[in-house]
């Protein structure tokens, strides 16, 4: 926008600063798209276009324009309530927070940025343990997820030194063991054997408490020496996305997920024509079956808390 207050005698601004508009790169970096130099590459090889043209760098577009690009389809100054979720593939070695005295490497760095929002992490995952991290601009779906008495599903692989005995597997689902905060209880307990001294099992479970499986383990004598989240919900870590990388769900499994917690009315704005989120080129990527969980995209209304059919 052109300042119309600017007095005549002030310096000549160069002529890039002339020009009405924000540049192109910044507003897709903005929106989410990535960072403003994939952009730049994005638009030199030719995987952007701006009102139906090919967009060229240096290009400033304003509000109005339809910038097109990986499927998705933004109005330049129109803002959009739609939560969006964004799935991630945390690697071990990294931080979930924004602020750390130890100024250690956080997953925040790695999200695209956003415009008038933030991204809200939904759960944690400790600094060694790895796997699906879900991220969103809604602090109702955020909290729905989350909150005990929604009791949505978390599994997990974890590897342990040593290996189960059938009378702890059959504890473990049937009483559970109790911790120093309370007793705990794996919905689901599976032998996924191993090799050696390491062994692998999947668990589920329907809470989120600090460390809470890694403590289980424990005390049951068996050291945690992996652990990996491989399904939130609903919502699996999708196999070929790889650490350190995100993807973003697209509005049709968006829509899946708030239906599912019996909250699609929330801060929807469904408008004619227009696309799906970016996450809408990840599903086809990805797999749209490896993100939501087949059979569990319900309304959380039946007998189950957390809609997953059983």
Request: proline letters at 4%; aromatic letters at 6%; glycine letters at 12%.
């Amino acid at each position: 926008m052109i300042n119309e207050n600017t007095d005549s005698s002030s310096e000549v601004l160069p002529e890039a600063e002339k020009q009405p508009g924000e540049k192109l790169q910044k507003v897709m970096a903005q929106a989410g798209y990535g960072s403003r130099r994939t952009m730049e590459e994005w638009i030199a090889s030719g995987r952007v276009s701006v009102n139906g043209d090919p967009a060229t760098l240096g290009m400033r577009v304003v509000a109005g324009d339809m910038v097109k690009a990986a499927g998705r389809t933004i109005r330049v100054g129109e803002r959009d309530n739609t939560p969006r979720i964004l799935l991630y593939h945390k690697p071990e070695g990294e931080i979930v927070s924004r602020d750390d005295p130890d100024k250690r490497a956080s997953v925040f760095d790695k999200l695209p940025r956003l415009r008038g929002q933030k991204w809200i992490a939904i759960g944690r995952l400790d600094f060694n343990t790895s796997g699906l991290l879900i991220f969103t601009t809604s602090g109702e779906l955020a909290n729905r997820l989350m909150h005990p008495r929604f009791e949505v599903e978390r599994e997990y692989a974890v590897r342990v030194q040593g290996t189960m005995t059938e009378a702890q597997m059959n504890t473990m689902i049937k009483d559970g063991v109790m911790l120093e905060d309370g007793p705990v209880r794996f919905e689901k307990l599976e032998d996924e054997g191993g090799e050696g001294f390491n062994h692998w099992y999947r668990v589920m479970l329907k809470e989120g408490r600090n460390r809470v499986v890694r403590r289980t383990f424990d005390v049951l004598g068996l050291p945690v020496s992996r652990l990996m989240r491989v399904r939130f919900g609903i919502i699996n870590l999708p196999p070929r996305l790889k650490r350190g990388m995100s993807v973003e769900l697209g509005e049709g499994e968006v829509g899946q997920v708030l239906s599912w917690l019996g909250i699609d009315h929330i801060e929807s704005q469904q408008s004619a024509g227009k696309t799906g989120g970016s996450g809408d080129a990840g599903a086809s990527r990805y797999g749209r079956k490896s993100m939501i969980k087949s059979g569990s995209a319900r309304g959380a209304r039946g007998k189950s808390k957390t809609g997953i059919k059983r």
